[in-house]
Every structure is written in C-alpha cells, then in structure tokens.
C-alpha cells in the first residue's frame, strides 16, 4: 500500500484517505473512530460474498426490466465476480458492529463493488461515483 493520501469530502468535513483504497471519507473516519469489536468485515467472507450475489441478482434482474443499461450490468456483474474471487477482501475494513449497524456493511459493500466497476485507464482508485445495482 501506498503512503499517498487523497482527500476525500462528505457533509461533515474533508478526511484523508489511502489513494490507493476505494473505499471513501466515511469508512476513513469509522475505521479512525469506532473501533467497536476490532474485528473486521474482511473476516466474514459469508457476509461479503452474500451482498456480491444479492447485487449481481439485482444488476441482472433490472437490466432484464430495462432499468439498467447491459454496460453497466455487465460491470457491476465483472466487479461482484471480482468481490467473489476475493479480489477486494482488503477493502472491507469496517469493524464488526454487534446485533446492529449492517446499514454500514452495506455502504462498505456499495464502495468494495461499486469502486471497481468504475475503474478505467482514467480513474485511479476512490475516484467516481460508485455504480451500484440498486
């Protein structure tokens, strides 16, 4: 991993985050503030790899219902094989939060799919808007 930071803005202030991770300032800021069970979501692969197929499902069914463009459901589809493969297990740092906040599991899983699906030659990681399925 790299020792450049880019800065990353949300509504509460901007953060600095690794340039070469994808996820964003609030995953930053979780990681530097709660570190509620100390264990990371990196070591559930069941719960990542449950949120890739549930979007991979969902990228495939609205583009079936012509909500999606094939270009983009072809993406998120590369990008949850890649999340399948175990290709980003290093991206999904967020502790653990016992009994709630999967809400937070989830908005990491939206950066660990959504972030490689919107890679190009262009973009360097944590760049781009995330292209989720929902």
């Not at 800021?29 to 197929?53: D, T």
């Not at 709630?100 to 990491?108: E, L, S, T």
């Not at 799919?113 to 262009?122: A, I, L, N, Q």
Request: aromatic content about 6%; some cysteine; glycine content about 6%.
């Amino acid at each position: 991993m790299s020792n450049d930071n880019r800065i990353e803005h949300d509504p509460l202030c901007p953060v600095d985050v690794p340039a070469d991770r994808y996820y964003g300032a609030q995953t930053a800021r979780a990681l530097k503030n709660f570190p509620i069970s100390g264990i990371p979501i990196k070591n559930m692969p069941f719960v990542i790899q449950a949120l890739a197929h549930v979007k991979m499902a969902a990228a495939q069914a609205n583009c079936e219902d012509h909500l999606l463009p094939t270009e983009k459901r072809d993406v998120i589809v590369r990008a949850c094989q890649e999340v399948l493969a175990g290709k980003h297990d290093d991206e999904f740092l967020r502790r653990r939060i016992p009994r709630w906040g999967g809400h937070v599991h989830q908005y990491d899983h939206e950066r660990g799919v959504g972030e490689p699906c919107e890679r190009t030659p262009r973009r360097s990681a944590g760049r781009g808007a995330p292209c989720a399925p929902e």
